[in-house]
């Protein structure tokens, strides 16, 4: 290669450099990150020390079949979400909705003569009676004169034996042909009997329980999910035959969980109902959990001696399902000993998913601007909105809250908002 060459490869090297120098010499600065910030606080808290926990579920159910059938449709797979009384499985139901068919239809036919006897009898059959017992009445009339007519002529031997005869007859049937309709106008004006009324009602109810047994036999056909929760094994197939009480798919309620831990029964004296403790779950190190201790169940191991203590979460929930899942590994931190002085900062400082927690120190300079210093910390023992803080941080000092997701070491900040350490402190 000529030494012209290699003059020309240089320059144009040299030219390369010296425009990029110009471009970063006329790219803007970055202007300062806006943050809220908090007081570091000191509390009387006690000390804590860290327990090896497990992820439970709040419920846990194995849903079973309530009667013997073949199974037709499957209406939740494993890993859905389910709310309660969504159904779960179907059972074969054709028979049993026949049955309900024509018991429905007989129940509306004994309502119906139920109605018609509470209604009682209409205006135009009471009119119909009574123009026949008047009818009757008048032909009593009729036959009575003329047989007391033919009687008189046979005194005067003017009428045959038996034309008095019939004469007779047919007054005697006129008058209990009036009587039988005088009785029955008369039972039209009262009405049905209350004990055809009581009679009828009961048959109606009768067929109204079938009905219902019938319906309930239905529903117990379909298997439903009793809580909000996840299906987590299917436990038939279509077309499958189950018995009564074969289990049919089991759920768990995952929208809370407990986290159990097992504490040496020296350090179980210090836990108490309700109090917020911090829980680690090491598979999501960028997420801090804090729950509420919900039971401390009276029974120590007696070979351990340890103590089951639980502590409510509340998960969080996702599109790709819930965060907290059964059976997960967890660590409790739960007080231990006596009270002392611990350095609390608000929950919201904390900066997670690194090696270790991170909170950012402002070094305030004029115009409540300044810099920020990241500061590593080992966490302790939590309150409602507090949490220990262990690592080289001082009471006084202001951390950032609000703001600190996307803040580097060094980078310029102006501080838009404090919070009084006060009101933090009173958490």
């Not at 351990?304 to 409510?312: F, L, S």
Request: some cysteine; glycine content about 6%; overall charge positive.
């Amino acid at each position: 290669m000529s030494s012209s060459h290699v003059i020309k490869i240089a320059l144009a090297a040299l030219l390369l450099l010296t425009c990029d120098h110009i471009a970063h010499a006329q790219k803007p600065p970055r202007p300062p990150a806006r943050v809220v910030v908090e007081k570091v606080v000191a509390k009387e808290m006690a000390s804590g020390q860290s327990f090896v926990a497990t992820v439970l579920p709040i419920k846990r159910a194995i849903v079973g079949s309530a009667v013997d059938g073949r199974v037709v449709k499957i209406l939740a797979r494993d890993g859905q979400r389910v709310t309660k009384m969504q159904p779960l499985v179907q059972l074969l139901t054709e028979t049993i909705e026949l049955q309900l068919v024509a018991a429905e239809a007989e129940l509306e036919l004994r309502r119906q003569e139920l109605l018609e006897l509470e209604n009682g009898t209409r205006k135009q059959d009471i009119e119909q009676a009574q123009a026949k017992m008047l009818g009757a009445k008048a032909n009593m009339a009729y036959t009575t004169t003329r047989r007391n007519r033919l009687q008189n002529l046979r005194d005067a031997r003017a009428a045959t034996q038996e034309l008095i005869e019939e004469a007779e007859a047919a007054a005697t049937h006129a008058e209990q042909d009036y009587y039988e309709f005088k009785s029955a106008y008369e039972l039209a004006v009262e009405g049905p009997r209350p004990e055809k009324i009581a009679q009828a009602r009961a048959k109606a109810a009768i067929q109204q329980a079938l009905v219902d047994e019938l319906k309930l036999r239905i529903k117990k056909h379909t298997m439903i999910s009793r809580f909000d929760g996840y299906v987590i094994g299917k436990k038939t197939e279509e077309g499958a035959w189950v018995s009564s009480g074969d289990p049919v798919m089991e759920l768990v309620a995952l929208d809370y969980v407990e986290v159990q831990a097992f504490v040496t029964e020296n350090h179980a004296a210090f836990v108490k109902p309700d109090m917020t403790v911090r829980v680690e779950i090491p598979a999501l190190p960028d997420r801090l959990f804090t729950g509420f201790v919900s039971a401390i169940i009276p029974q120590a191991d007696a070979r351990a001696r340890t103590v089951p203590i639980r502590v409510r979460v509340k998960n969080e929930i996702t599109e790709a399902g819930p965060i907290l899942k059964w059976g997960m590994y967890a660590r409790v931190e739960l007080p231990t000993g006596s009270m002392q002085q611990a350095v609390m900062v608000p929950k919201d400082a904390l900066v997670l998913g690194g090696p270790k927690p991170l909170v950012y120190i402002v070094e305030v300079g004029k115009d409540q601007s300044g810099t920020v210093k990241a500061v590593p910390v080992e966490l302790g023992v939590a309150t409602k909105n507090l949490i220990q803080v262990k690592g080289p941080i001082q009471v006084g000092e202001s951390v950032v809250v609000e703001g600190n997701e996307r803040l580097r070491p060094g980078q310029n900040v102006v501080i838009v908002k404090k919070i009084p350490s006060t009101a933090a402190a009173k958490n």
